[in-house]
């Protein structure tokens, strides 16, 4: 999406039905006192705490992938596709990670999944760049209302960063869509959310499906993805489901 940088754009990755799943998932496991939080004019987005399979809270929960015979949950399942769609298309996320085509090598091991919900209109999140450098991707999933991105990365020169010039993209990333990128400080992918669209743009079948409550809200949901070599059962490769509309940018 940006000349030079693991940074992509999966428009349309998640069909309505696995965001409604993946919603529905994130609610099951909410614990967050939204009683009691403070009221202010201009509210900031809020980060979920999440209960963990034994009662305890907090703001990600980890999951395992290393055996394939477990149960698999949808964020596992959109986890999987996400990494499909990138290895399929030959997209590069560390320089040859998802280049070999190989099906046999390269799939999540684990991630850690947190939520983060913003008001619409008004909520947003300045730039910044992660700095995660613990050699996991992130796939950044969105529900709900869409969220306006800009994302920007210092070009690359016989690969050293330059200084200038920078390239930078605004998008809207609607509901069901997912932004993969390298969060290192290698990388050094800036990322702000600018706004959230309003009701209009969630989709209606999520209006409805959960009582009107997602036409006021963006959830973000951020998945921290590391890789590793493994086999993969050819029976359990995950399909991109069949979107009309979906391009992979
Ligand atoms: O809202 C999002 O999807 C992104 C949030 C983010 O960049 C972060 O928590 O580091
Ligand atoms: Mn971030």
Not at 28 to 44: E, F, I, K, S
Not at 129 to 152: E, P, W
Request: aromatic content about 8%; some cysteine; overall charge negative.
């Amino acid at each position: 999406m940006l000349p030079s940088v693991s940074c992509h754009w999966l428009h349309g990755a998640l069909s309505p039905s696995e965001q409604a799943a993946l919603f529905e998932f994130v609610k099951g496991r909410d614990q967050t006192d939204w009683a009691n939080l403070p009221v202010c004019m201009n509210p900031t987005p809020k980060t979920l705490q999440l209960a963990h399979g034994d009662g305890a809270l907090g703001p990600t929960l980890a999951f395992d992938l290393s055996d394939f015979d477990d149960e698999t949950d949808v964020a596992t399942v959109a986890v999987r596709r996400v990494a499909e769609i990138l290895r399929s298309h030959g997209c590069s996320m560390y320089g040859d990670r998802f280049r070999n085509n190989d099906a046999e090598q390269v799939a999540p091991v684990s991630f850690s999944l947190a939520a983060i919900r913003y008001n619409s209109p008004d909520g947003t999140f300045p730039r910044h760049v992660d700095h995660c450098n613990d050699g996991s991707a992130v796939f950044l999933f969105s529900l709900g209302c869409a969220a306006r991105f800009r994302v920007d990365a210092k070009m690359l020169l016989e690969g050293q960063h330059v200084a200038a010039p920078s390239s930078s993209r605004d998008l809207e990333l609607l509901s069901g869509d997912v932004l993969a990128f390298d969060p290192s400080s290698r990388a050094a992918i800036g990322h702000a959310v600018n706004g959230i669209g309003g009701a209009e743009t969630c989709p209606a079948e999520l209006v409805k499906r959960f009582d009107g409550e997602l036409r006021h809200y963006r959830y973000g949901i951020q998945c921290r993805v590391r890789f590793g070599r493994r086999e993969v059962p050819s029976s359990l490769g995950v399909k991109p489901h069949e979107a009309e509309s979906a391009t992979y940018l």
